[in-house]
Antibody
Framework: EVQLVESGGGLVKPGGSLRLSCAAS????????MNWVRQAPGKGLEWVSY????????YYTDSVRGRFTISRDNAKNSLYLQMNSLRAEDTAVYYC?????????????WGQGTLVTVSS | DIQMTQSPSSVSASVGDRVTITCRAS??????LAWYQQKPGKAPKLLIY???SLQSGVPSRFSGSGSGTDFTLTISGLQPEDFATYYC?????????FGQGTKLEIK
């Protein structure tokens, strides 16, 4: 059974940092492309970042580029999102999601999400 | 960036009804489109990928169609568990973008 479990969310002050983790199981993680998607309270979904299986290809949405860093450790079956210089508008539930094995860019499995709150 | 526009933003329907939600892309995305269902407090669930392919385990009352810029999600014979918010998403190019969502409510 595919499982994705996020952790690391919490309350942080503007300008602060946080590192999210996503523990994957039930599939061959090293072969899987992964994404982070977020959802601000009461709002829609926003794609944040993508990483290929070997970390060769990495992409970000404009609003986080230069502040967030996606990475993975295939030996630990884990995905990460290092978030620096956090802003109030980064407040959201952050989901890790697996790219569909056949159709890139489509997320077929999602974690339960972890809430990040940026507030003073 | 490719803009995704869903309509309507909300719709009321009854159990057993047929509902259609549309999604328009600001440029040609061929069939690089997915539909997700999200219930309050839960993660999104993939329903349809590649515009018209039904994800494994999803009931056949859900169907998708379209190509290019115009897409539809149809739910035939609404069930109580279908009342949720639905999102389309393009995967043609980065940044991947979602529609604003369509909330399906019970009439």
């Amino acid at each position: 059974e595919v499982q994705l479990v996020e952790s690391g969310g919490g309350l942080v002050k503007p300008g602060g940092s946080l590192r999210l983790s996503c523990a994957a199981s039930g599939f061959t993680f090293s072969n899987s492309r992964m994404n982070w998607v977020r959802q601000a309270p009461g709002k829609g979904l926003e794609w944040v970042s993508y990483i290929s299986g070997s970390s060769t290809y990495i992409y970000y949405t404009d609003s986080v580029r230069g502040r967030f860093t996606i990475s993975r450790d295939n030996a630990k079956n884990s995905l990460y999102l290092q978030m620096n210089s956090l802003r109030a508008e980064d407040t959201a539930v952050y989901y890790c999601a697996r790219d569909h094995p056949v159709v890139r860019g489509i997320n077929d499995y999602w974690g339960q999400g972890t809430l990040v709150t940026v507030s003073s | 960036d490719i803009q995704m526009t869903q309509s309507p933003s909300s719709v009321s329907a009854s159990v057993g009804d047929r509902v259609t939600i549309t999604c328009r892309a600001s440029q040609d995305i061929i069939t690089w489109l997915a539909w997700y269902q999200q219930k309050p407090g839960k993660a999104p669930k993939l329903l349809i990928y590649a515009a018209s392919s039904l994800q494994s385990g999803v009931p056949s009352r859900f169907s998708g169609s379209g190509s290019g810029t115009d897409f539809t999600l149809t739910i035939s014979g609404l069930q109580p568990e279908d009342f949720a918010t639905y999102y389309c998403q393009q995967a043609n190019s980065f940044p991947y973008t979602f529609g604003q969502g369509t909330k399906l409510e019970i009439k």
